[in-house]
């Protein structure tokens, strides 16, 4: 199920489960999105992208949805492993600079 | 992906010193890294945009005078926390963007760990 801590909220899922991983962006004008795993003690690491222009993604066991209407975009992860158990991010691509900005975060949590 | 690098990787220091982080781009050139700080149980927060040869572009909030940028090559850029205390405490990531690639092309460091006594 799905919890909040004190700051980042947790999903546990049974190993081999799918896992659903949401995020709410901030900026109706961002044109790009990435989804970032980090684990702990790492800088982050890219999984996935998806441009405005598109509403779903597929990567290798891995599916990014975006819905612009409500500015809400999920990482979707298909037989999760105890591998994938990290902190993942949401970041938007905005500015000049083509500056990333991160969302919340969600602390995946994998069980054998 | 491209490897980025920082160094040190973690850095114990007391209060009143300033501390130098490095980040360097090992197989390509970065005309712009950014530098985030992560508290624990957070999100990144992007501090600055770092830009080679030109002064650094710094978020709302973050003091500039605290947090020096250099960005003096196309493979690195420091980040000085001048004066430390122990609210610098934080684990500081930079990233450097390959100026050839897409938007995905941008790359993270393994992070440094601030503890300031």
């Known amino acids: 199920g799905e919890s909040v801590g004190l700051h980042l909220p947790t999903l546990s899922v049974q190993e081999g489960d799918n896992s659903i991983i949401n995020c709410a962006y901030s900026?109706?004008?961002?044109?790009?999105f990435i989804w970032y795993k980090q684990e702990s003690g790492k800088g982050p690491q890219f999984i996935i992208d998806?441009?405005?222009?598109?509403d779903k993604r597929q990567g290798q066991r891995v599916t990014v949805l975006l819905n612009k209407t409500v500015k809400h975009l999920s990482l979707q992860i298909a037989a999760t492993q105890p591998g994938d158990s990290a902190v993942y991010f949401c970041?938007?691509?905005?500015?000049?600079?083509?500056?990333?900005?991160f969302g919340a975060g969600t602390r995946l949590a994998v069980h054998p | 992906g491209a490897v980025v690098s920082q160094h040190p990787s973690w850095v114990i220091c007391k209060s009143g010193t300033s501390v130098k982080i490095e980040c360097r781009s090992l197989?390509?050139?970065?005309?712009?890294m950014f530098w985030y700080r992560q508290f624990p149980k957070q999100s990144l927060m992007l501090m600055a945009t770092?830009?080679?040869?030109?002064?650094?572009?710094?978020e709302q909030g973050v003091e500039k005078d605290k947090f020096l940028i250099n960005h003096a090559s196309l493979t690195l850029s420091t980040l000085t926390v001048t004066s430390a205390h122990p609210e610098d405490s934080s684990f500081y990531i930079c990233?450097?963007?390959?100026?050839?690639?897409?938007?995905?092309?941008?790359?993270f460091g393994p992070g440094t760990r601030l503890t300031v006594l």
């Open positions: 990233s450097a963007r390959n100026p050839s690639g897409g938007y995905n092309e941008q790359f």
């Open positions: 900026n109706s004008a961002s044109d790009y």
């Open positions: 998806i441009r405005s222009n598109m």
């Open positions: 970041a938007e691509i905005t500015g000049g600079y083509n500056k990333l900005i």
């Open positions: 197989d390509f050139q970065a005309t712009t």
């Open positions: 770092s830009n080679e040869g030109s002064k650094a572009t710094y």
